[in-house]
């Protein structure tokens, strides 16, 4: 049984499709914990379930380093076999990264490489391109450059919004990433391998 640490910054519908899986016994992951960098509207999914939650406020800390280094303590404190970045909107320093890595994983709404960071949805739209999509990476020191776990095309329609492109997305992400997970905990991926 795969245990799992979920880093949320929003609303946690990603952690939300997680913890609905989890239900079923043949589900092979389980999240032990939830974090955020605030007090985010996520951990209401992560109470019904009765999983612990914890937050890390960068606002507490002198520097990105110190405030990464308390979020690696609680993240270790549950020995997790794999840290999910789910919604996650903090860039995490290299030796949070190294510290983890190749076990930390990360969805984001585009087919990358195409439109990397905080706006992929946008920018997919500003480019004008008929398809963008969803990917499961795993984490790197880059903005969502490290090594693809998982990916699928989702056509652009006429007409959208960011709001509406988002909303047809996230499906797709929360599908992809449960995916990866029995495919991580069933040994069909190998994220050594990856990287």
């Known amino acids: 049984m795969l245990s799992l ?12 499709a997680l913890l609905d899986a989890s239900q079923d016994a043949e589900f092979p992951a389980r999240v032990v914990a939830v974090g955020a960098d605030r007090d985010a509207d996520g951990f ?3 109470e019904e379930y009765g999983i612990p939650t914890f937050s890390v406020a960068m606002s507490n800390f002198a520097d990105r380093d ?7 303590a ?7 076999d794999l840290v999910v970045l789910s919604g996650f909107m903090k860039l995490l320093p290299p030796d949070f990264v ?3 890595s190749p076990n930390l994983i ?4 585009a087919y990358l490489p195409e439109f990397p960071g905080a706006h992929g949805v946008r920018d997919a739209l500003a480019a004008g391109v008929t398809e963008t999509g969803a990917s499961v990476i795993v984490v790197d020191n880059g903005v969502d450059s490290g090594p693809i776990i998982a990916q699928e095309r989702i ?17 797709v992400e929360r599908r992809l990433l449960i995916q990866a997970i ?13 990287t």
Not at 5 to 16: H, T
């Open 98 to 100: 190294a510290a983890l």
């Open 106 to 109: 990360n969805t984001h709404p």
């Open 44 to 46: 209401a999914h992560a």
């Open 5 to 16: 640490v979920v880093l949320i910054s929003g609303g946690g519908s990603n952690l939300r």
């Open 182 to 194: 029995l495919d991580i905990a069933n040994s069909a991926i190998d994220l050594k391998e990856l």
């Open 66 to 72: 110190a405030w990464a280094a308390e979020l690696l």
């Open 155 to 171: 056509p652009v329609e006429p007409g959208d919004t960011e709001a509406s492109l988002h909303e047809r997305i996230k499906p």
């Open 74 to 80: 609680q993240v270790r404190a549950w020995n997790a």
